[in-house]
């Protein structure tokens, strides 16, 4: 079955380090693979997002790329900030036909930055 | 204007009670899902429905039963509520079966 693989968190850094949360997965073809964030008290938002190998996602300054040949998709960030103290999960979605369509979470990884 | 909007958002209640929780989306979308996020805040995929056609049904209880009267709304009934229930609700949607999923704030319910 699919199932994805997040380091354990939770992840504490001080303001304006180098974020990695790794995610790696396990899927049969070529799977989607989305991060969301959850900050506290609130829903899941989308944070980025990509289809296809070596697709790049970004957005807010943290970016992950798609690969196939490790089967991961790491999340990073140059410089985090106090606001970025999240839960982030790492996703995916099989490439279905017409079975629906469902996302298999990772255990998601906490982040604590301190000023 | 909220995209995906959940009540309650909280739900405190007892033992064996029956409960529903309500999700609607102004987005246009044909796929709607509930997920539920445990303690751990481990998050799995309970039901999914797509132009209110059952699609997934992933191994839960038939204590939990999905509504879906139109197709911007998908309704959560749970009877006879056990103390494992407990846990965040979480409804999204999306434009398509394979499309991006779009979550709502989700709904804390507490079985005492």
């Known amino acids: 079955g699919n199932s994805v693989t997040q380091m354990e968190g939770p992840v504490t850094l001080s303001e304006e380090a180098f974020l990695t949360i790794n995610c790696t997965y396990t899927?049969?073809?070529?799977?989607?693979l989305f991060w969301y964030v959850q900050y506290p008290g609130e829903g899941l938002q989308l944070l980025l997002k990509?289809?296809?190998?070596?697709d790049k996602g970004s957005n807010k300054g943290f970016e992950a790329t798609y690969r196939k040949e490790t089967t991961s998709f790491h999340l990073e960030k140059g410089s985090v900030q106090v606001s970025d103290s999240a839960v982030y999960f790492c996703?995916?979605?099989?490439?279905?036909?017409?079975?629906?369509?469902?996302?298999?979470f990772g255990t998601g990884t906490q982040l604590k930055v301190e000023l | 204007d909220t995209a995906v909007s959940q009540t309650p958002k909280y739900l405190v209640t007892q033992m064996g009670n029956d409960k529903s929780i309500k999700c609607e989306q102004n987005?246009?979308?044909?796929?709607m899902y509930w997920y539920k996020q445990d303690s751990k805040k481990f998050l799995k995929i309970m039901f999914s429905?797509?132009?209110?056609?059952?699609?997934i049904n992933e191994t839960v209880p038939n204590r939990f039963s999905p509504k879906s009267p139109d197709k911007a709304h998908l309704n959560l009934h749970i009877n006879s509520l056990e103390l494992g229930d407990s846990a965040v609700y979480f409804c999204?949607?999306?434009?398509?079966?394979?499309?991006?999923?779009?979550f709502g704030p989700g709904t804390r319910l507490t079985v005492l």
């Open positions: 999204a949607s999306s434009q398509g079966l394979e499309d991006t999923q779009y």
């Open positions: 899927a049969t073809g070529y799977p989607s």
């Open positions: 990509a289809t296809k190998a070596d």
């Open positions: 996703a995916l979605t099989p490439i279905l036909t017409g079975g629906g369509n469902k996302l298999t």
């Open positions: 987005l246009g979308h044909d796929t």
């Open positions: 429905y797509n132009n209110k056609e059952l699609i």
